[in-house]
C-alpha cells in the first residue's frame, strides 16, 4: 500500500509518494489548509506563515475599507490576535481567507464608525421597550439565523454590502474580482438568503 508523506507546508510544499517516489508541489489550498490545520492546534511557527502568506491580501483589504494606513494597521493586529484566539473554532480550513477577511472587515467598519459618530443613549430605555423595538429585534434575530445558515462566501459579500457599507467597487477591491462578478454573486447570495429567511431562519 503506498503512503504519501507531506513536507511542513512553510517549509518547501512537496509532496513525496512512497512506492512511485513521485514528487510534486502541493496547491495553495493544500498549503494553507495545512498551515490553518497546524495552527489551529497551537503551532506558532505555522500561524506566523499563516498571517504571512495573506499579510499583503489583508493590508489591501483594510485600505479599501478605512483608508488610513496607521488605522488599518492597528486593524490588521487586532485581527491577528481575534485569529489566534480563534482559530480552533474554524470548522473548514479551506474557507479561513473568507473567514478572515470578514473578520478583518468588521473590524475595520467598527473603527470607522466609532470615529464618525458617538452612539446617542438619551432615552435608550424608552426605545428598547417600544413595541416597534421588539418587532425589530424579532426581525434581526431572524436575520442573523439565516445569515448563520448560509456559506461563508455567501456571509461575506453579504456583510460587507448591507453590514459594513461597502459600494460593489469597494467590494470588488477587497475581493479582488470585477464589478460585474460581485453583482452576480450579490444577486445568488441575496436568494439564498431570501430562502433561509422566508424559512425563519431555520434549516
Given at each position: ?26 496547491s ?59 482559530l ?35 432615552n ?80
Open positions: 500500500m503506498e503512503s504519501m508523506k507531506m513536507t511542513n507546508a512553510a517549509k518547501g510544499d512537496e509532496i513525496v509518494l512512497q512506492g512511485r517516489k513521485k514528487v510534486g508541489k502541493i495553495e489550498t493544500g498549503k494553507v489548509t495545512a498551515l490553518v490545520e497546524s495552527a489551529a492546534q497551537g503551532d506558532k511557527q505555522a500561524f506566523v506563515a499563516l498571517i504571512d502568506l495573506h499579510r499583503q491580501t489583508m493590508y489591501a483589504t483594510a485600505m479599501a475599507v478605512i483608508h488610513n494606513e496607521a488605522d488599518a494597521m492597528d486593524a490588521i493586529q487586532d485581527v491577528i490576535l481575534i485569529l489566534w484566539e480563534k480552533h473554532t474554524l470548522q473548514n480550513p479551506k474557507v479561513f481567507k473568507t473567514w478572515m477577511l470578514r473578520i478583518l472587515v468588521h473590524r475595520c467598519s467598527r473603527m470607522l464608525k466609532t470615529k464618525r459618530r458617538e452612539v446617542p443613549t438619551d435608550v430605555k424608552d426605545i428598547l421597550t417600544s413595541p416597534e423595538e421588539y418587532t425589530r429585534l424579532d426581525e434581526a434575530a431572524d436575520v442573523q439565523r439565516s445569515m448563520e445558515l448560509l456559506s461563508e462566501d455567501d456571509k461575506l459579500i453579504l456583510q460587507l454590502f448591507y453590514f459594513e457599507d461597502l459600494s460593489v467597487y469597494q467590494i470588488a477591491k477587497v475581493l479582488s474580482i470585477n464589478p460585474e462578478a460581485v453583482r452576480m454573486r450579490l444577486s445568488r447570495s441575496r436568494r439564498r438568503f431570501q430562502k433561509r429567511f422566508d424559512m425563519g431562519g431555520t434549516v
